[in-house]
């Protein structure tokens, strides 16, 4: 790139969370072409410093002139922020990039994964919407792997048991792990119950339906993302002790039969996606082996021998990145030349 | 009960493990008629003592002879030992109920969950088989589920991901992940890899096809309990740094259509079972709730909306007990009166 590339000014809402700071990383990292950063928080993190690419930036409050100058917003403050300032920053002017649920579900909101569909970002007039929903973790490491495989053999059904990592729930969510493992006692329970040494099928809050509203998430911002109402998913969602990532064991079936090595191969190829998968290695994906990485890694390829055209996989991503941080600053990365 | 009910020596092979002394507990418990112990352990811990209602016994080596005078020889050494030592005892006149996977797929061996078919223990004789098979512990607490729902609906698929406890792989399972959340490091990893903050997707050796010998147990382990070849089951199985007890995902579909209620009034009733659901009181089965419980427990049941006459739940049971000593305790109950 030349030296005149132009940079953007990129706002962070929710600085101070695991998310956000792990936004200002991945912009780092991956070189994102920051003129600088604009890190916003609450009135009680408000003040204090961060840095940022070796420079000192102090965090405000979100108010309507912050954002005047925004180039690019990265929501991640919860759902009640992103409804209070989404539409102040996008009057702005700021494209907004929001990781809450707010609007995921809203049909004028594009929901994207950059390697599923990057094209729902823009309009037909070629301007990118003023807000971009980044879509639940536990969908984002998903579909990523369902994409490639809807395209060569077309989807029919997913059923898929999850086991998520306590940082979904943010700082809160490990602080809790680790002092239920000191054995300190909790008053009140982050992850609904003891997390310790437990396994908590109870993800977000329990919709009349009996499925969680992490449940439904999986549901419908698959057939959102995939652009395809067809795909039937049916999740169980669980929170377990581990930090690095949340793992998905997956049983899918398609409409035409595959040859597994086939799948390996088109996998292996498809963006985003690391093969793990050497048994006679012991290689597969974990949590502890994906923790800081960006890709959705896959394994446990094997066919579902007493279901025709089906196939079982387990597959593990960074929930902070792939599933959240990363995401949002490859969408980011989508706007670069555009805005 | 009268004072003259008959009494059972009882050997336990294997005194020394988890498995081995979670069964003292549960014959004591459980009041099992027993008029002597005889602890039975390797080289290494013979001479030491035991106690069990408030008897001192002192552990033995097996030999031909130790089973003389033995009525119920319960064995839970591996399968080495149980390859080497139950034709032993069995000629010797002991029943032999074995823990280990090594007559389990042996058609002459009956493989038996009493919730399920108490029957098959007997021969046509009346008497019962000299080697009783205990099945696989993710194995025994989903068909204690499936049997009523099958003579009712009749199941035609079961797509299951487990949450396995460390305890099976029994102290050394516990005392690895004690000691990797001490942050002390591991020579060699008990569960393949390091399982505090982790999800390991490989319990058992891997076969040929693809899937672990865990997950082949509950494919043909099932079939076999369950009498009906026609069953099919697709599994994934994961070890997850949690002791209480196995979760499992279970996604079930029938041939004939149910309604959810009526599934939760069956599921009460049947034996073995104890159902918790009840999302707006937070309550469903964890590990940390199932732990040293005998029941399996039952929750999250609900309709897959996506797939015709299919059914979603989530289970768990303490592996050492319903998977494994409760169960077997359970046989030799069977057996009373009929020796």
Redesign the interface.
Known sequence: MSSTQKTYRVAILGATGLVGRTMLDILEERRFPVSDIVPLASARSAGREISFKGRTYIMQEPSKEVFADVDIALFSAGSGASREWASVAASQGAVVIDNSSAFRMDPDVPLVVPEVNPGAIFREDGRPAMIIANPNCSTIQMVVVLKPLHERYHIR?V?V?T?QSVTGKGKAGRDALESE?AGEKQESFTH???IA??????IDV?QE???TKEEMKM?NETRKIMGDDAI???P?T?R?????GH?E?L?IEFDDDFDIDEVRRLLASSPGIAVQDD??Q?L?????TAYEKDEVFV?????????PK?L?M?I?ADNLRKGAATNAVQIAEQLVGRL
Chains 1, 2 share one sequence.
């Open positions: 059904r059923i048991s086991y493992l609904v119950h003891q040494y437990n396994a908590v099928p109870h329990f339906n009996g499925y549901v039937s998913v049916s169980t669980v377990i002790p581990v930090y690095g793992g064991a049983n048994p006679s012991d597969y994906p974990m949590p502890l394994g446990r390829l094997r066919r579902d021998y007493w279901h089906t079982n387990w593990v």
